[in-house]
């Protein structure tokens, strides 16, 4: 059986997602590439095994804006993966019109948290199994625009307050719970949880969302999750936010526990969990 450490990393048809994938294979780990369009994936692991030669890649599709598609590709994963080390979610959107996925939620906030939460649930048995000496990652890709997010406890779709930046930045507050509330609900020796800005990056995303503004390299964008996705010791506690590579402490709404445990038990309830 291969010794390499495997990770899983969403969104890496694309963007810091797909240089996250890139370092991690060129790094000697075992890479699992993950996308929404299954042609992106295809062509994403096409041209990753012509630059690393040697690289060991694998992919899946599925959209984590349907619950149901996310059941259907964690069910693939466990099948096909005997261990798994590494969950990064790193897929994103930044929607520019309030639409909803298969549970009537709005997409933002389902393909951003709801689908990611579901994914980390489903594979979190496999990730606890796997820890070795060493504890299993889940490594949330947030932004510093959770700081600007609040959590709408009873209206997490916006009915009456979306905009774009309002659903974008609730879901990226939400990131930065979720890592925080698996950081209180897991050892650390089995698994430790972070979250993260990536920096203003040049993408699809960063131009759907905030217009022609020139941001840092992919590269630049995928430091912090290679970093802790690979690094052998887990320097920092599990919980940790970083912006721009630095642990930082995240904004106040972020640690505020009534509003932490409440998100919780809505995504486990619209999670059917
Ligand atoms: N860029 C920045 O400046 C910046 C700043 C702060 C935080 N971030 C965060 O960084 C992460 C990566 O974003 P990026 O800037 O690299 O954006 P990107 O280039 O647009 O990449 C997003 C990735 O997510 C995938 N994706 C989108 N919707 C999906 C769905 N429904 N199901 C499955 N996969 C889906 C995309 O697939 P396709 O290839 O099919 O589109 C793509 O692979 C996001 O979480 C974002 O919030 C980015």
Redesign the pocket.
């Given at each position: 059986m291969s010794e390499r450490r495997v990770a899983l990393v969403?969104?890496?048809?694309?963007?810091?997602?797909r240089a996250t994938v890139r370092a991690l294979a060129a790094a000697g780990m075992k890479v699992i590439v993950h996308?929404?369009?299954k042609v992106?994936v295809d062509v994403t692991l096409a041209t990753l095994a012509g630059e690393l030669p040697g690289a060991e890649l694998e992919g899946v599709s599925f959209?984590?804006?349907s619950l149901a598609a996310v059941r259907n590709g964690a069910a693939q994963i466990l099948e096909r993966l005997p261990v798994l080390h590494v969950l990064v979610n790193?897929?994103?959107?930044f929607a520019t019109e309030r639409v909803f996925n298969d549970q009537d939620v709005e997409l933002t906030f389902g393909?951003?948290h709801l689908g990611p939460f579901l994914l980390t649930e489903l594979l979190l048995p496999r990730l606890l199994e796997s820890a070795t000496t060493v504890p299993s990652r889940v490594i949330d890709?947030?932004?510093?625009a959770h700081a600007r997010g609040r959590i709408h406890l009873n209206d997490l779709s916006l009915a009456t307050a979306w905009t774009g930046y309002a659903a974008y930045a609730q879901s990226?507050l939400a990131n930065v719970m979720h890592a925080l509330s698996l950081a209180e609900r897991h050892e650390p020796e089995k698994l430790v949880a972070y979250s993260l800005?990536?920096?203003?990056?040049s993408?699809?995303?960063?131009r759907q969302g905030f217009g022609p503004i020139a941001?840092a390299a992919v590269e630049a964008?995928a430091k912090t999750s290679v970093r802790l996705a690979s690094e052998e010791i887990a320097s920092e506690p599990s919980g940790t936010y970083f912006s721009d590579g630095v642990a930082t402490r995240p904004a106040a709404s972020a640690l505020d526990p009534s509003v932490r445990s409440g998100l919780w038990d809505a995504s486990m309830q619209l999670a059917d969990l």
């Open positions: 969403t969104g890496s048809t694309d963007g810091i997602g996308g929404r369009s992106k959209d984590l804006g790193n897929a994103g959107i393909v951003n890709v947030s932004s510093i990226k800005h990536p920096g203003v990056i993408t699809k995303l960063l941001g964008g």
